[in-house]
């Protein structure tokens, strides 16, 4: 390797989430990763992990980490389960570089702190949301009993171990990037989102820990996600699947599927709109000509062709009447007096049914339009048994703590078998021997059949490791 004539000494240093080597010249010949642009050699951040070790051989002045070495003590007394053990330990053989898969209420997070604790070096972890951010933040401090730091909106204040969100670590990548030695991305399938992935590109971080119980599957589109992860978090290192931990560390469950019938009237409007929709789809000829992105040309076309917008209107018709058939509210009703001594989770496709249930059985609604304070409050009820049920469209869905549930009703939601999963998750928690149930309430000879069948035919694969699901 080459010095350049440069009076400084050759050395590393980061600068807004790039590698940049001062003082080596262009005929020198660094790894890979490393290109010559703008006279001098570069590369992405997320490189240093393979870097640093030809730093050192070639006595390069490494100016890259301010990230420390810390003195932690874990004050949560509890012993990890087995598959948690298990977790850590393929992490830690993978060089502290990869993914970990646990259902919801496995204690992903519990993990994560036995990794923080065992690592004990600067961490950041990232999270989708605020509320998430808020959890963390409390479980750390509780953990540690040390100042955490947090890292969103106004408040930023980075301490040795920070929380901050996947928009806020995206925005600020740049000014992060070096501090922490290990990164924690908690619901890692949103990483691979176009801007958010460059948060583990634009960090120098070494050791990176990603969690989530619902893994991007490796098909069609969900193949890039998961190269990606790949190459920026590193592989999954060790997965369970609910079955796996049902009845010991999860509680047993089974799934119901309910079917109703829309009303003569609800009828006649449903075809109505479905024949609108599948008219022009038809006729245009989108399926053969998009292959499986037919839906996304229909929905760009909507924009601008008076044919598509029809059709789309209808699609968002037929929709409405199926997520909110009032024969679902007939089998919500049975199902409240059924289970009224069991705390219940009502998950709807839309805000608009979310409320309107509220209304019809003064129970409480957590939406996204609830604020902070009173989301807080209604869980806390719900935790001390002044509220029997909540009523949400996807708020719920993952991330925020839910307290002790048995029972959820799903009466409307899309096809992805995430969804469903999460779902699933929130009345798992093992609490004695009780049994957790979810029933998913269906119109008969509507989308709503197709929806739920593509539903459930996905999931299998995060219920079960050989494919199969309770029924």
Same mark, same amino acid.
């Given at each position: 390797?080459?010095?350049?004539?440069?009076?400084?000494?050759?050395?590393?240093?980061?600068?807004?989430?790039?590698?940049?080597?001062?003082?080596?010249?262009?005929?020198?010949?660094?790894?890979?990763?490393?290109?010559?642009?703008?006279?001098?050699?570069? !590369?992405?951040?997320?490189?240093?992990?393979?870097?640093?070790?030809? @730093?050192?051989?070639?006595?390069?002045?490494?100016?890259?980490?301010?990230?420390?070495?810390?003195?932690?003590?874990?004050?949560?007394?509890?012993?990890?389960?087995?598959?948690?053990?298990?977790?850590?330990? +393929?992490?830690?053989?993978?060089?502290?570089?990869?993914?970990?898969?646990?259902?919801?209420?496995?204690?992903?997070?519990?993990?994560?702190?036995?990794?923080?604790?065992?690592?004990?070096?600067?961490?950041?972890?990232?999270?989708?949301?605020?509320?998430?951010?808020?959890?963390?933040?409390?479980?750390?401090?509780? +953990?540690?009993?040390?100042?955490?730091?947090?890292?969103?909106?106004?408040?930023?204040?980075?301490?040795?171990?920070?929380?901050?969100?996947?928009?806020?670590?995206?925005?600020?990548?740049?000014? $992060?990037?070096?501090?922490?030695?290990?990164?924690?991305?908690?619901?890692?399938?949103? $990483?691979?989102?176009?801007?958010?992935?460059?948060?583990?590109?634009? !960090? +120098?971080?070494?050791?990176?820990?990603?969690?989530?119980?619902?893994?991007?599957?490796?098909?069609?589109?969900?193949?890039?996600?998961?190269?990606?992860?790949?190459?920026?978090?590193?592989?999954?290192?060790?997965?369970?699947?609910?079955?796996?931990?049902?009845?010991?560390?999860?509680?047993?469950?089974?799934? #119901?599927?309910?079917?109703?019938?829309?009303?003569?009237?609800?009828?006649?409007?449903?075809?109505?709109?479905?024949?609108?929709?599948?008219?022009?789809?038809?006729?245009?000829? $989108?399926? #053969?000509?998009?292959?499986?992105?037919?839906?996304?040309?229909?929905?760009?076309?909507?924009?601008?062709?008076?044919?598509?917008?029809?059709?789309?209107?209808?699609?968002?018709?037929?929709?409405?009447?199926?997520?909110?058939?009032?024969?679902?509210?007939?089998?919500?009703?049975?199902?409240?007096?059924?289970?009224?001594?069991?705390?219940?989770?009502?998950?709807?496709?839309?805000?608009?049914?979310?409320?309107?249930?509220?209304?019809?059985?003064?129970?409480?609604?957590?939406?996204?339009?609830?604020?902070?304070?009173?989301?807080?409050?209604?869980?806390?009820?719900?935790?001390?048994?002044?509220?029997?049920?909540?009523?949400?469209?996807?708020?719920?869905?993952?991330?925020?703590?839910?307290?002790?549930?048995?029972?959820?009703?799903?009466?409307?939601?899309?096809?992805?078998?995430? #969804?469903?999963?999460?779902?699933?998750?929130?009345? @798992?928690?093992?609490?004695?021997?009780?049994?957790?149930?979810?029933?998913?309430?269906?119109?008969?000879?509507?989308?709503? #059949?197709?929806?739920?069948?593509?539903?459930?035919?996905?999931?299998?694969?995060?219920?079960?490791?050989?494919?199969?699901?309770?029924?």
């Amino acid at each position: 390797m080459s010095a350049s004539n440069s009076l400084l000494p050759p050395q590393a240093r980061f600068l807004g989430g790039t590698l940049v080597l001062e003082g080596v010249d262009q005929s020198a010949a660094p790894p890979a990763p490393f290109q010559w642009v703008n006279a001098k050699w570069r !590369c992405p951040a997320v490189h240093y992990r393979s870097v640093w070790r030809w @730093l050192q051989a070639n006595r390069i002045q490494n100016r890259i980490p301010r990230w420390h070495n810390l003195t932690l003590t874990l004050y949560d007394g509890r012993s990890p389960h087995d598959y948690q053990q298990e977790a850590l330990a +393929a992490w830690q053989n993978a060089d502290r570089w990869g993914s970990v898969v646990l259902p919801t209420g496995a204690g992903k997070t519990f993990l994560a702190l036995q990794a923080v604790a065992q690592t004990a070096v600067s961490a950041l972890v990232i999270v989708p949301t605020i509320d998430l951010l808020h959890q963390w933040y409390a479980r750390l401090e509780a +953990a540690f009993q040390l100042p955490i730091g947090v890292w969103y909106g106004q408040e930023k204040d980075a301490q040795a171990i920070t929380v901050t969100t996947y928009p806020s670590a995206w925005a600020h990548a740049g000014d $992060l990037g070096n501090q922490f030695k290990l990164l924690i991305f908690d619901e890692i399938h949103h $990483l691979p989102a176009p801007s958010w992935h460059e948060i583990a590109l634009m !960090c +120098a971080a070494p050791f990176r820990l990603g969690l989530t119980a619902t893994y991007p599957e490796e098909a069609s589109d969900g193949q890039l996600r998961v190269a990606l992860l790949d190459e920026l978090v590193g592989p999954v290192v060790y997965r369970k699947h609910i079955d796996d931990l049902t009845g010991e560390q999860l509680a047993e469950y089974r799934t #119901e599927r309910i079917r109703i019938d829309l009303t003569p009237d609800e009828r006649a409007a449903y075809d109505a709109a479905y024949a609108a929709y599948t008219g022009y789809v038809r006729e245009t000829r $989108l399926r #053969e000509s998009h292959g499986p992105h037919w839906w996304n040309e229909y929905t760009r076309r909507s924009a601008h062709d008076v044919g598509a917008r029809r059709a789309k209107v209808a699609e968002v018709k037929l929709m409405e009447i199926v997520h909110q058939a009032r024969g679902k509210l007939a089998v919500l009703d049975q199902l409240l007096r059924e289970h009224r001594a069991q705390p219940m989770l009502i998950f709807t496709a839309h805000n608009r049914f979310a409320y309107e249930i509220a209304r019809q059985h003064l129970l409480p609604v957590i939406t996204h339009q609830t604020k902070a304070a009173e989301r807080k409050a209604i869980l806390d009820g719900f935790r001390d048994g002044d509220y029997r049920a909540i009523v949400t469209s996807r708020v719920l869905n993952e991330g925020v703590d839910v307290p002790e549930a048995k029972v959820a009703v799903v009466l409307g939601g899309s096809a992805t078998a995430r #969804e469903y999963v999460q779902r699933l998750g929130r009345v @798992l928690r093992k609490h004695g021997n009780a049994q957790a149930v979810l029933y998913e309430v269906i119109a008969r000879k509507t989308v709503d #059949e197709r929806i739920a069948q593509q539903r459930r035919k996905g999931m299998k694969a995060h219920v079960s490791g050989d494919g199969r699901a309770k029924s």
